[in-house]
């Protein structure tokens, strides 16, 4: 969700904070805003609606200069967006706070506030905050100490990046719930909400825990713990480079991904299978152990994650004969769920840092779950921390808000667990050996099914003046329909929604006619006969079909109200991950006719870090 940048630097920082607010774009939001603390201890500030390069043009004058500063992308939670919303957020002149989170206790301490005489301007709970910071450096605290004694104050979760021009050296940085890192200079610190803003400048970070707050000037830096105690967290070399992060000859980051899929699998399956057997080693130390014992398995995401854990629940019934759950971790975390015996909870999530999904999985500790594993694409975040086992999906940076090598990378790695489950249970030898061939094949399989672009580019011309699609599929290419949905909504703005083929009966054919197209999967599986016959049904209403059809299913095109596109033969387990890519296609593709902001959609953030 919001983007946090902030320096302390013998140089001007405000090209940097600009700089690291582009490359937090892709998370979402609808103002930015930069405040500086210039040579003469005054505290400027410039906020604009909109896009980060009208903020930019905004600068151009270069009348905002100074060492020390905090910048801020903001997406909308309490008030509108608008100027007077957006951050920074400043007091009296004096203090100003960026924020990425909710306050949940805001309008206690707005009434407080009110009562000693304090003035709002904007509609945020974010504005308590630096009012609350004020008022403690007006009983005569240093920043440090008023900082900590204001997060004490509050209740919700918190990235905060906090100055003052009662002691313009100092930046101090907090966070409780949302993510903050900081990046190490020659002579300078950074604060951010992730990595990709610093790359420009650093590739040497902290990772902040919860509860931590940090102070730093440009030659040194002190954390503090939750517990009022000074730590020291490991600093982190990254991998990473600045060119990761841009789209290359792509037209989006969005298309960039798609196409980066066959490496991004290779790179997940990388070292993890010797000899057609797959290393439990690389889920972690006690892997064997949780393993053994693991008797059930509840798995809790969000969006994206949670349409991959569906799949997976398919996988582990069918191949491995684990009883599994899947569940949205907004429901989960609150419906009180029984805790079972041996079983182990799967979170699934890009970022790490998904809010509903770590709180799910706390609340599951409390309750009583044994063990937990979580499938993720970023180091050192939060469900890393919290988790017992951890399989990194190295899909490397996602900055596209839509999901995709994510998505697919996600897939790879259950399937890894499927199959070091399954052969604790039902799944043998010749089995495995079958799945790993598989998996091994899917880098050139996805090569084989990305050549199909350019005829889901011609087919996406059929979506270019409809409102509304549905999507079906059956068994675990269900799951794949429900992807196929919201990437279509997500990026073109069309009404999508999926459903079982087998449902199509039950309600949602009275929605089919001639302007609403219906998309199918169609691998050659037992289940495709049962599917052609849903097909027909579609036709006899007067439908206009979509299919992407196994070469090999005998679903030809049969007239004009039928589309078929060709998919090479594989395999029906892998076949979901398979199946995934055209429809992520036909959903760009779509969306580039529509005129979409492709890479950064209307009202989503990339990473939900609050509620």
Same mark, same amino acid.
């Given at each position: 969700?919001?983007?946090? *940048? ?16 582009? @490359? ?20 400027? =500030? ?52 960026? @924020? ?12 407080? #506030?009110?009562? #000693? ?8 709970? !974010?504005?308590?905050?630096? @009012? ?39 930046? *101090? /940085?907090? =966070? ?5 890192? %900081? ?45 009022? $105690?000074?730590?020291? =967290?490991? *600093?982190? !070399? ?18 960039? +991904? %798609? ?39 509840? %798995?809790?995401?969000? &969006? ?126 010749? !089995? ?34 409809? @409102? ?15 992807? &196929? ?10 009404? /999508? +929604? ?11 054919? /009275? ?29 006899? =209403?007067?439908?206009?079909?979509? $299919? ?31 199946? !995934? ?13 529509? &005129? ?13 870090? $609050?509620?």
């Amino acid at each position: 969700m919001c983007g946090i *940048v902030g320096a302390v630097a013998e140089r001007d920082v405000v090209p940097i904070l600009l700089e690291g607010l582009k @490359h937090l774009e892709y998370r979402g939001y609808d103002s930015a805003g930069v405040a500086v603390i210039n040579v003469e201890n005054s505290l400027n =500030r410039v906020r604009m609606p909109g896009k980060v390069h009208a903020l930019e043009e905004a600068l151009k004058t270069g009348q905002l200069r100074g060492g020390m500063g905090i910048a801020h992308t903001r997406w909308a939670t309490h008030g509108a967006p608008n100027e007077s919303n957006a951050h920074p957020h400043v007091c009296r002149g004096t203090v100003a706070v960026v @924020h990425n989170g909710i306050i949940e206790n805001h309008e206690a301490l707005k009434n407080t #506030q009110l009562a #000693q005489g304090y003035e709002f301007t904007s509609e945020t709970d !974010t504005e308590v905050i630096v @009012h609350q910071v004020h008022r403690y450096l007006e009983q005569g605290q240093g920043l440090l100490e008023s900082v900590q004694n204001t997060v004490a104050d509050l209740e919700g979760a918190y990235a905060l990046g906090v100055i003052s021009n009662t002691q313009p050296d100092i930046l *101090v /940085a907090a =966070r409780r719930g949302s993510p903050l890192i %900081i990046g190490l200079g020659i002579g300078e610190h950074f604060i951010a909400s992730d990595v990709s803003a610093l790359l420009p400048v650093t590739q040497r970070f902290i990772f902040l825990r919860d509860g931590d707050i940090a102070v730093m000037t440009k030659d040194k830096l002190e954390i503090i713990n939750a517990k009022g $105690v000074e730590v020291k =967290r490991p *600093v982190h !070399t990254s991998e990473l480079s600045v060119n990761a992060l841009d789209r290359g000859e792509f037209r989006h980051y969005m298309l960039k +991904e %798609i196409f980066e899929q066959p490496l991004a699998v290779a790179e997940t399956l990388e070292g993890r299978i010797i000899g057609a057997r797959v290393m439990e080693e690389a889920f972690g130390n006690q892997a064997s152990v949780v393993f053994d014992e693991t008797k059930h398995v509840q %798995i809790i995401a969000c &969006g994206t994650s949670y349409h991959a854990g569906l799949v997976a629940r398919y996988w582990l019934e069918t191949l491995a004969g684990i009883p599994t759950n899947v569940e949205v971790a907004s429901e989960f975390r609150y419906r009180k769920p029984v805790a079972r015996k041996n079983s182990l909870i799967v979170t699934i999530s890009q970022s790490g840092e998904t809010a509903d999904t770590l709180a799910a999985l706390k609340e599951a500790k409390e309750r009583g779950f044994s063990s937990s594993l979580t499938i993720c694409n970023v180091a050192e975040s939060s469900l890393i921390r919290e988790s017992d086992l951890v399989l990194m999906t190295r899909a490397g940076p996602e900055i596209g808000v839509a999901s995709t090598k994510a998505f697919t990378t996600q897939l790879v790695s259950l399937m890894l667990l499927v199959i070091v489950l399954g052969r604790r249970h039902e799944m043998t030898p010749s !089995t495995e050996a079958s799945l790993v061939q598989q998996l091994e094949s899917l880098p050139r399989k996805i090569e084989e099914v990305l050549e199909l672009d350019g005829e889901i580019q011609r087919l996406a011309e059929l979506f270019a003046d409809k @409102h509304h699609a549905l999507f079906l599929g059956r068994g675990s290419q269900y799951p794949v329909a429900m992807e &196929g949905a919201l990437k279509l909504k997500e990026i073109s703005y069309i009404h /999508a +929604e999926s459903y079982p083929a087998g449902e199509l009966k039950h309600g949602p054919l /009275a929605l089919v006619d001639a302007d609403m197209p219906v998309v199918a999967v169609a691998p050659n599986n037992e289940l495709l006969e049962k599917l052609k016959s849903n097909l027909q049904e579609v036709r006899a =209403r007067g439908g206009q079909l979509v $299919v992407f059809a196994d070469k090999q299913s005998g679903v030809e095109p049969q007239g004009e109200d039928i589309y078929v596109i060709g998919v090479a033969p594989t395999d029906d387990c892998i076949a979901p991950i398979i199946y !995934t890519i055209p429809l992520q296609l036909l959903a760009y593709h779509v969306a580039v006719l529509k &005129g979409t902001d492709i890479d950064q959609p209307r009202n989503l953030a990339k990473s939900v870090t $609050v509620e």
